[in-house]
């Protein structure tokens, strides 16, 4: 064999052997994927009904109608509640706290904040009139609104004292779009469920139920790709709404909405625990949702 034969051979035994070592990789990692994803379904986004691009634009026109409806109510309403104050004192003058996001560095307003507490005088920490937080601002928000001592520092020992499983990364695959996101948050979710119960709740409503004072909560609605403001106070009045609503359902009913809304169950588990079909499950499901929503004067119920 000629020298450029060899050479020409070597070089076809080289490229064979680069492709079958990458195609092996590949097949691997599909196998792998596969793998993971048969023993581990957790994390991918549920299945949800395709949405028309003109139902979309009639849902984005309507939403952007309710929050301009709401903007212009809560304008008039401070605009009163400023009038009224100054007829007493023409130097009154409403408080609002806004609070940004940034992670841990979102997480310095909660120091901030208990600190200010303990500043005496004029400048001492008001009763605010208003508050609002986005991001890491959304986890202080309510407890700034309650603004008791013990409430500030509840929230700055959460802070404080964050967990390793805080924020756990959906495993090697987790920068797929079928996920829900990157990464889960079971410890935070915990921690908060320890300090963000019914109670607090309850308390939010009764600080708001003047109709003087407000909590939003910034959130994104994906759909639309839009900011709204949740109200706090007003979800927490209705908890007594939600609980004559529930009430009303039939017991099948009343049972699926408790075990996916209130325990977090999948619709496997809620099949294996009351034992009837995974299709079942949906079906009394989506049942039970139109009635909320009937009795509750919605679009939706509840999220599902």
Do not use: C
Not at 57 to 69: G, H, I, L, S, V
Request: charged content about 25%; aromatic content about 8%; proline content about 3%.
């Amino acid at each position: 064999m000629s020298e450029v034969a060899r050479r020409s051979h070597w070089w076809r035994r080289t490229i064979l052997s680069f492709v079958s070592g990458a195609l092996s990789v590949i097949l691997l990692l599909v196998v792998a994927y596969f793998g993971i994803r048969k023993f581990d379904a957790g994390g991918r986004l549920p299945k949800r009904q395709a949405r028309t691009e003109a139902e979309l634009a009639t849902r984005f026109a309507a939403d952007m109608k309710d929050a301009a409806d709401e903007n212009r109510a809560d304008i008039a309403h401070q605009v009163q509640a400023l009038y009224a104050r100054q007829q007493r004192d023409p130097n009154a003058t409403l408080d609002f706290l806004l609070l940004s996001g940034g992670g841990d560095h979102g997480a310095f307003g909660a120091g901030f904040l208990l600190g200010w507490a303990s500043v005496e005088g004029g400048n001492a920490l008001p009763k605010f009139d208003g508050v609002s937080g986005v991001s890491a601002g959304a986890l202080i928000a309510p407890f700034a609104f309650l603004g008791t001592q013990a409430d500030l520092e509840t929230i700055d020992r959460l802070f404080r004292n964050p967990k390793p499983d805080w924020v756990v990364r959906r495993g090697m695959f987790f920068f797929l779009p079928e996920n829900a996101s990157f990464a889960d948050v079971p410890g935070l979710v915990r921690d908060l469920r320890s300090e963000v119960d019914l109670k607090m709740a309850e308390r939010i409503a009764r600080a708001g139920s003047d109709g003087r004072r407000v909590l939003l909560i910034q959130a994104t609605d994906v759909d639309m790709g839009t900011a709204r403001a949740f109200d706090a106070v007003a979800a927490s009045e209705a908890h007594d709404r939600i609980q004559a609503a529930l009430m009303a359902l039939t017991p099948e009913y009343r049972e699926v909405v408790v075990l996916r809304h209130f325990a977090d169950l999948s619709y496997e588990e809620i099949s294996e625990a009351i034992g009837v079909p995974d299709k079942t499950v949906k079906s009394r499901l989506f049942s039970a949702r139109k009635r909320l929503a009937e009795l509750l004067g919605t679009r939706e119920g509840l999220e599902k």
